[in-house]
């Protein structure tokens, strides 16, 4: 008895390619298309399936599929000898579309939600727990408008949707500009794997007036006076603050983010050299960073074995506490666009202070002395002037003084 075979077009393809179906009978080769299309990264060719994975959620009735074109290919070969027929392709073909016509079922559409639902399983073990965290609070949000409003599918990511969907995060969330503007951006993140994959054929979400709404923010930095003071800061009897402290001074010293800063090893760290090495857990990218004397003085401190860090969380309260101590008390005012409504509020400089700080106060200091942005950004890892530039936090006095010092003004 001949025997089915599945083989994929192009087994060396990076994207999708179509499954043919081979059978040989009486020194004969019969090929036909089954319309079906996998990415080989999830196929098994020795079982001539798709694998069991995560990535591929939709392989059982995937498989059952092609169970069903086998055994049509097997009964349409029998049928032809039973009834005498003449063994052609053509014949073949004929019968086996016969006995497949209504049987096979048409694969179900994927909606955009079901898709976002298999999409975020899929990434759970390759991406970071941060980002799975907003890719679910997004997901979360969009179930609500879906049912508050009308199902969302992806041929209802219209202007229109943006439009009421902002609206909707701003008056029933009161979010604020810059949280739904993340909200719109994991949503497009959605679309373009989708799309990619050949789900979604709806591009009206990378129009330009459905933007990724971006406004400034007023978050602080600290002057090298400021550092000098939290540095100076006498807290032996206080330990937890005193961690706290050293460690958020390595930050405003090395401009890494505190997914990195406080990752810091031994293996890291090239006393000899004056120079620091790390791969940034966010970009996976690889920077090299001098060794400020206070990071050195830390480092020395702990005997080349940092301490480990709290929470960011509790390290957001705690160097509060921190620069509270130090004096740090300039009153600033600060805006933000919540609900659609602009709200002031005035407060002391260090209830601004998180561990964030210490990166924007790293790249505005550098920016403050001279040294060149694409130095800087060597460091930060900013692949655009215009990306780095939202990091520097400085005033219009600062910047009146130092262009004072250009040739310019003299």
Known sequence: MSKAKFILKEPTSKSDTLIYLLYNYQYSRFKYSTGEHINPKNWNPKAQRAKETKSFPEYP???????????????????????????????????LEAILKGKIPKRKKQTLLHFIESYINECSTIKREGTIKAYKTTQKYLIEYSSIFKPIDFDSITLEFYNNYTSFLYKEHSLSANTVGKHIKTIKTF?????????????????????????????????????????????????????????FLIGCFTGLRFSDFTQIKSENINMEKSILQIRTLKTSERVTIPIHKTVRAIIQKYDFKLPKSYTNQVMNKYIKDVAELAKIKEQTETTITRGGNVEKSVLPKYKLVTTHTARRSFATNLFLADVPSISIMKITGHRTERSFMQYIRISQEENADKLLTHPFFN
């Not at 055994?71 to 029998?78: D, E, G, L, Q, V």
């Not at 007023?218 to 400021?226: A, M, R």
């Open 61 to 95: 009735e995937f498989n059952t599929r092609l169970d069903l074109i086998q055994n049509a290919i097997n009964n349409a070969f029998r049928k032809l000898l039973n009834d005498g027929i003449e063994l052609s392709n053509a014949n073949i073909k004929n019968e």
């Open 191 to 247: 679309l373009n794997e989708a799309t990619e994959r050949g789900i979604n054929k709806n591009i009206e979400f990378r129009k330009k007036k459905f933007k990724t709404i971006r406004e400034d923010s007023d978050s602080v930095y600290l002057t090298i006076k400021e550092l000098e003071s939290i540095e100076k800061l006498n807290l032996a009897s206080i330990p937890r603050l005193d961690k706290v402290r050293d460690l």
